[in-house]
């Protein structure tokens, strides 16, 4: 069995959006039998063109993703295929029909964390981003691609399919007999061990990737959780400033009251009687407790009262001023 490349050269069909404002950049990798890394062209697509019905994977989705997570200049959101009409799924049955294994894709909304993964995974010997398979794959028009770009930024055009092929002994029809095949370049063929190291490496870089993730979501969680802390301690904090204010206001208002009652109690005190005391009188109604005070136990002909205040409340009624006794007789008088 042999590689057979069929090169045709035509334009990738692009697809419109009325919200093409909002687009996407998406590269997709996967590791040929011989162990090597093999990237794909960069990918801009429309803002929704991989969402499917998931709103995480739509343009806003992302947006959100990598305003709480992509804080270097190279982080970049690993997606998965739901189903095989779009780009990812397409790349992924792509891999599959070509006995790759370890595919998977990225996508970001910034073009600047796409170029900088490149940039940063140039310096492994290990990864290629030209000439393979992979790099030469292109999506059929449903993916909603709007542009193919190189690693420089550079938009690309055209479309290279690879199918395997029985090699066959005699030549080709339209080839003439004294033609010439050229084989493409041969590259370094990973031993078991070397591509068992290369993946161990490649994990341990994903496990530190996903643990600093995880410990931005939870940092992340924390900040909440503190600030909601805080938000509650403040309320209280209120709660009891705005409950001493109204314990201050009622000592006050209490305070002012007093001082009242003692100044109409120093206003009504008879000065031709230095005998009176000032008492209270209590009733079912503060007419009964103002009658008690001259007629009541231990009253005489000469007693006298000067009613100050009166408070009546639910049982009855307390009134309250001046009591005395003068000499003579008749009848007892409140005054």
């Known amino acids: 069995m042999r590689l057979k490349f069929a090169a045709a050269l035509v334009a990738l069909p692009l697809a419109t959006t009325a919200n093409a404002a ?73 891999t599959e029909d070509h006995g790759m294994r370890h595919s998977g894709c990225w996508v970001t909304t910034m073009k600047d964390h796409a170029l900088a993964v ?56 339209h080839i003439p007999d004294n033609s010439v095949t050229i084989s493409g370049p041969t590259r370094h063929k990973m031993t078991n061990a070397e591509a068992d190291a290369k993946y161990a490496a490649d994990m341990a870089d994903y496990n530190e990737k996903l643990a600093e993730q995880q410990k931005q979501v939870d940092d992340y969680k924390q900040a909440q959780d503190e600030v909601a802390r805080k938000k509650q301690e403040q309320k209280l904090q209120a709660e009891h400033a705005a409950a001493d204010y109204q314990r201050q206001l009622d000592q006050h208002a209490e305070t002012v009251r007093s001082q009242q009652l003692e100044y109409q109690k120093e ?10 005391v000032y008492r209270g009188f209590w009733g079912p109604d503060c007419a009964a407790a103002r009658l008690s005070a001259t007629q009541g136990a231990g009253t005489s002909s000469t007693t006298r009262f000067k009613e100050v205040t009166t408070r009546p409340d639910g049982s009855g009624c307390l009134s309250q001023g001046w009591w005395w006794n003068v000499g003579g007789g008749g009848t007892a008088t409140r005054q």
């Open 22 to 94: 909002n687009t996407i950049y998406l590269a997709c990798s996967a590791e040929e039998i011989e162990g090597t890394s093999h990237y794909t062209q960069l990918f801009t697509l429309e803002g929704d063109a991989i969402g499917d019905s998931y709103p995480t994977w739509k343009y806003d989705g992302i947006k959100e993703w990598e305003a709480q997570f992509a804080t270097a200049p190279d982080d970049v959101r690993g997606v998965s295929s739901y189903t095989f009409t779009n780009i990812v799924g397409q790349f992924s049955k792509f």
């Open 118 to 173: 490149s940039a940063k995974l140039r310096s492994r010997n290990y990864i290629k981003f030209e000439g393979s398979l992979v790099s030469d794959w292109r999506p059929d028009g449903k993916a909603g691609v709007l542009a193919v770009t190189d690693w420089s930024g550079n938009p690309v055009g055209g479309a290279l399919s690879a199918e395997l092929a029985e090699e066959e002994d005699r030549p080709s029809q």
């Open 267 to 276: 206003l009504a005190k008879p000065a031709n009687a230095p005998n009176a």
